[in-house]
């Protein structure tokens, strides 16, 4: 287990690297205050997918224009970290839907699972049911999903288990907020040391949302 904590710590740091250069690579030399814009403004990720939800139907990044995006990539099979880092994010999700209703109705939370073969629309539905009753779990081909995770930045790959079906994915770790325009704007915070998703995590979430929300 300690292997594949390790690993999935790799893989979050590798993905860091490719936003922090997707960013540099589009900065704005002319100055200006850093406050103004949001830390992912103008980062290479994102874009078009045509995927599928818990109940089985098409959904594509236009179903969200004009809406944010809350975008996490997991599984519904990881024993430990996907749930935690899930609570957290949909925990702070419902602190800023309960201090701002109408703000927190902009955002819509996505769930991409990087484990297609297993994850299909029938186990994704309970499954996400249990965070947030907005949740989407959206899965698809495995064509489908290594391209979303591309344009994500996201990095992932299969870790053999005790047998087929009990493999493990180790997978980046990070969550997007995305604007209404499909854009990144930033990257929510999961690196509370507690592991108890009640303790200083789900706050931070909302007090990101609240700050780039409009």
């Known amino acids: 287990m300690m292997n594949i904590d390790i690993m999935g710590q790799k893989l979050a740091r590798s993905s860091l690297l490719l936003i922090l250069g997707a960013m540099l690579a589009g900065c704005n030399p002319s100055g200006g205050a850093s406050t103004a814009e949001p830390p992912l403004a103008d980062a290479r990720i994102g874009g078009p997918f045509t995927l599928t939800d818990q109940d089985g139907r098409t959904v594509r990044d236009t179903d969200f224009a004009g809406k944010y995006r809350l975008v996490y990539f997991g599984y519904s099979f990881c024993p ?36 297609p073969e297993r994850d299909t629309p029938a186990a994704l539905k309970p499954f996400v049911n249990r965070y947030h009753p907005r949740l989407l779990g959206l899965t698809g081909t495995p064509e489908q999903i290594a391209a979303v995770a591309k344009a994500y930045a996201v990095i992932y790959n299969k870790v053999p288990g005790s047998a087929p079906d009990r493999y493990l994915m180790a997978h980046s770790q990070l969550a997007f907020l995305m604007d209404p325009q499909g854009k990144p704007v930033a ?5 509370n040391p507690s592991t108890d998703p009640d303790e200083g995590a789900p706050d931070k979430v909302a007090a990101e949302l609240a700050k780039w929300v409009r």
């Open 80 to 115: 430990d970290i996907c749930p935690v880092d899930l609570q957290k994010l949909m925990r702070g999700l419902s602190r800023f839907e309960k201090e701002d209703p109408a703000r927190g109705a902009k955002v819509v939370p996505m769930f991409i699972t990087v484990d």
């Open 187 to 191: 990257l929510l915070p999961l690196d």
